[in-house]
């Protein structure tokens, strides 16, 4: 596996390897995707095996446009209306999957229905509009771990299961897309993210439902509970420090600044600690502590995606991540 620069040249080369069928990394403002043909079932076939991601765990699609959407998913007014006001960008819409879809049915794990995005970064439209057809991607780490914010988590995580990747440095939002599903003008909200829930309310005048969480298979998928797991263990709400934790902290009252410490936002910002999160939780556990300590993070705008991501990385671990 080869990190290379997403110029002209590096978007034909992974243009080329899509096409064969392989993997390619790329950034997106969320976090990197693992891109592989969506309409392809042996490059599908791959990204699950990349990732040791169950098969029951639908992969999100990502597009270049509307019209590459439509041609996958139903959009019914209000799918319309989210797309038309969130795309590009950090919300992925499940839509009724079309009949005649063309994707290979392990992308979606056999549901009626598709996850479809259009990412705002130049060089994931880029290679999005080079390849002309619907991309796989789930984030690019192993199955249940710490998401990817830039190329070298990446390449930390995979070997040669990868042909590519294409760096793009780090990305902006710090968290995967707001999942939400749509279907006869019903919204449920599948996992939190990069779009805050009140911006997606005020978009269609009325309140957005959280799906229930589920912890073992999904019959309807969504998520599992332990999931962007570091090694070490998460204690969260820590007003606190036990000796021998490193500590996440946030806003300016941190509990300590010792070497194991990260503050996500010195000055209280759930946005800047978003972007900060996936990377602080990888660098405190290459720091080598049993437990993170983690302090309160606000609820609000980003903050319920954080928390959301925290809760998992806290949760009882499957025994094959013990
Ligand atoms: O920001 C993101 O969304 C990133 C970037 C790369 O785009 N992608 C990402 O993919 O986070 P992944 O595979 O790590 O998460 C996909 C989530 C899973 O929780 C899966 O259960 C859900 O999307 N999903 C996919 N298809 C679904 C469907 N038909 N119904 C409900 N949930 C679905
Ligand atoms: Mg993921």
């Not at 309807?220 to 606190?240: D, I």
């Not at 490193?246 to 910002?269: C, K, V, Y």
């Not at 900060?276 to 319920?304: C, Q, W, Y």
């Amino acid at each position: 596996m080869t990190i290379i620069n997403p110029d002209q040249h590096g978007i034909v080369q992974a243009t080329a390897q899509l096409k064969g069928g392989r993997l390619v990394a790329f950034p997106t403002e969320t976090v990197y995707g693992l891109g592989g043909d969506a309409l392809n079932p042996t490059a599908v076939a791959r990204i699950f095996a990349a990732k040791a991601r169950p098969r029951f765990n639908p992969l999100i699609v990502h597009v270049p446009d509307l019209n590459v959407a439509e041609k996958l998913g139903v959009f019914d007014q209000t799918a319309h209306r989210l797309a038309h006001y969130f795309w590009p960008g950090a919300l992925t819409l499940v839509v009724p999957l079309r009949p005649d879809a063309g994707v290979s049915d392990l992308v979606t794990a056999g549901l009626n229905t598709i996850a479809i995005r259009i990412p705002d970064h130049d060089i994931a439209q880029n290679l999005l509009r080079a390849v002309g057809g619907p991309l796989a991607a789930p984030s690019a780490n192993r199955s249940g771990a710490v998401s990817p914010t830039t190329a070298e988590h990446v390449a930390s995580d995979f070997g040669d299961e990868l042909a590519l990747i294409l760096d793009g440095g780090a990305t902006t939002v710090g968290l995967e897309s707001t999942i939400v599903a749509v279907e006869d003008d019903a919204i449920t909200l599948q996992r939190p993210g990069g779009i805050p829930r009140d911006a997606i309310e005020s978009q269609i005048g009325k309140k957005v439902e959280v799906a229930e969480l589920v912890s073992e298979r999904p019959n309807a998928p969504g998520q599992l509970v332990s999931h962007y797991a570091p090694r070490a263990l998460v204690r969260l709400n820590a007003n606190t420090l036990n000796a021998g934790e490193a500590l996440l902290a946030f806003g300016a009252n941190a509990l300590t600044t010792n070497a194991q410490t990260i503050n996500l936002s010195p000055s209280g910002d759930v946005s800047e600690a978003a972007v900060n999160l996936f990377s602080a939780l990888r660098t405190l556990d290459k720091g080598g502590a049993d437990t993170i300590a983690v302090m309160p993070i606000p609820n609000h705008g980003l903050g319920e995606a954080i928390n959301d991501r925290l809760q998992r990385a806290a949760a009882p671990r499957p025994k094959s991540r013990l």
